[in-house]
T-cell receptor
Framework: GAGVSQSPSNKVTEKGKDVELRCDPISGHTALYWYRQSLGQGLEFLIYFQGNSAPDKSGLPSDRFSAERTGGSVSTLTIQRTQQEDSAVYLC?????????????FGEGSRLTVL | AQSVTQLGSHVSVSEGALVLLRCNYSSSVPPYLFWYVQYPNQGLQLLLKYTTGATLVKGINGFEAEFKKSETSFHLTKPSAHMSDAAEYFCAVSGGSGNTGKLIFGQGTTLQVKP
């Protein structure tokens, strides 16, 4: 596609359930990033992929959070046993291969609400 | 390590007035600096960026920012606000050349434009 695509755009779940959020980056972009945007918290970095590897997962808030990337393309962020504090907008971004000028191309996000 | 501080979570200006959004950064390496804008219910869009060279950078929609190393600042300005500028603005820093492309964001500043 022309841009970064994320699904679902909105997800409402009950506390304790698992959720999966999907990111389809711009074709050919080898680097992929997940961020979390919470009210009053700005954007928090979660994890970075280069190809299928995640050299930096320092922002994952707990072991309930995990992410994978397959085929150097689509990535899935999984949150297990969701808690109310997980409610946020989860943003995905990608950049072309190489270490360029750092401009990230963002998707529109997946809004997660945990009841 | 890098960090970003945006002074003022909310800024309100009248239409036609000067817009000034403040950003200070901390970086142990020569930084790359960015301003992103997020319109309601949309993803983040790059406004402008500083990598190297000229310290005054111009972006889209009449915005500009000046990199001041001595003040570790990268404030965003626009001479005359328009109603359509109402949005949330994020300042971000990365580790410059050779970095992973990961951006560290500030908390964001919501710009309100009054008629």
């Amino acid at each position: 596609g022309a841009g970064v695509s994320q699904s679902p755009s909105n997800k409402v779940t009950e506390k304790g359930k698992d959720v999966e959020l999907r990111c389809d980056p711009i074709s050919g972009h080898t680097a992929l990033y997940w961020y979390r945007q919470s009210l009053g918290q700005g954007l928090e970095f979660l994890i970075y992929f280069q190809g299928n590897s995640a050299p930096d997962k320092s922002g994952l808030p707990s072991d309930r959070f995990s992410a994978e990337r397959t085929g150097g393309s689509v990535s899935t962020l999984t949150i297990q046993r969701t808690q109310q504090e997980d409610s946020a907008v989860y943003l995905c971004a990608s950049i072309p291969g190489g270490l360029g000028t750092g401009e990230l191309f963002f998707g529109e996000g997946s809004r997660l609400t945990v009841l | 390590a890098q960090s970003v501080t945006q002074l003022g979570s909310h800024v309100s200006v009248s239409e036609g007035a000067l817009v000034l959004l403040r950003c200070n950064y901390s970086s142990s390496v020569p930084p790359y600096l960015f301003w992103y804008v997020q319109y309601p219910n949309q993803g983040l869009q790059l406004l402008l960026k500083y990598t190297t060279g000229a310290t005054l950078v111009k972006g889209i929609n009449g915005f500009e920012a000046e990199f001041k190393k001595s003040e570790t600042s990268f404030h965003l300005t626009k001479p005359s606000a328009h109603m359509s500028d109402a949005a949330e603005y994020f300042c971000a820093v990365s580790g410059g050349s050779g970095n992973t492309g990961k951006l560290i964001f500030g908390q964001g500043t919501t710009l309100q434009v009054k008629p």
